[in-house]
């Protein structure tokens, strides 16, 4: 019987294939990705109906601007971001020129336009700059029920003529909040406390007569633009 030499003989078997180790690490880092927040960038829906946009150049950046005599502009969320049933945020950079209140609507429980709950820096001031604002989604659903088959609407109100201009690749969706902190505070919603400022005993006045007293009346604005509850001019 011939006895096989050594290099006759099955290679040894006692070291780690490859394949074991990159399965492991695949399921390490899938593994932290869960843990961290999901986020998308959104590019918008051309809606012939109410949605004419086009791509523009102002400020010398790439801007979609909504076409003369169209007031809205659609976005679509890519099936990869999960919605849970939980909030979701929002964040759209734009042009600040002209006058004008951007409201943003999304596909919501009951309701294809629903209005964000929370926003801030919501009211176009003329400042000739991007700036950011920020939408808080609470009952998020996001199927496609809007205008072509869009998940949530930037809606110009109460503007002067001056076109919607929104940075191009700005749009941004999360599962967690925005730390900008004019965001962050209009989340706890203090227009909703109790008023803690001074306050006056009822024995500095005598109300029981008018005798020798002047009165007067005030009516001011309830809501200013870009204050925190940021519905724009209100009184």
């Known amino acids: 019987m ?21 399965l492991a690490i695949a399921c390490l880092v899938f593994a932290c990705c869960r843990g961290m927040a999901a986020s998308a960038t959104l590019t918008p829906v051309y809606v012939a109906f109410d949605g004419k946009i086009s791509t523009n150049t102002v400020g010398g950046q790439t801007v979609w601007q909504c076409v003369s005599g169209f007031h809205s502009m ?25 006058d004008g209140w951007i409201k943003m609507e ?16 919501s009211s176009r001031v003329k400042t000739q700059t991007f700036v950011s604002t920020y939408h808080q989604l609470l009952h998020p659903v996001l199927a496609g029920n809007e205008n072509g088959s869009a998940d ?30 004019q965001f962050q ?43 925190l509850q940021d519905e724009g001019w209100v009184h």
């Not at 011939?2 to 180790?21: A, Y």
């Not at 690749?169 to 999360?174: E, R």
């Not at 109790?194 to 306050?199: F, L, V, W």
Request: aromatic share 12%.
């Open 2 to 22: 011939k006895i096989p030499s050594p290099v006759d003989s099955p290679r040894s078997n006692n070291k780690t294939k490859p394949v074991p180790i990159l």
């Open 74 to 98: 659609y976005f679509s969320v890519p099936s990869s971001f999960t919605v849970s049933g939980q909030p979701v945020y929002v964040q759209v950079t734009y042009y600040d020129a002209g």
């Open 106 to 121: 999304y596909d919501g429980t009951g309701n294809a336009y629903t209005a964000t709950e929370t926003h801030s820096r």
């Open 152 to 181: 949530l609407r930037l809606t110009l109100q109460d503007d002067d003529g001056t076109l919607l201009s929104v940075l191009s690749g700005s749009v941004i969706i999360q599962d967690t909040p925005f730390t900008d902190p």
């Open 185 to 227: 505070q209009a989340l706890t919603k203090p227009w909703l406390a109790q008023y803690a400022g001074e306050t006056r005993t009822n024995d500095d006045v005598d109300a029981t007569y008018l005798t020798d007293k002047v009165m007067c009346g005030f009516q001011g604005w309830f809501g200013a633009p870009n204050y």
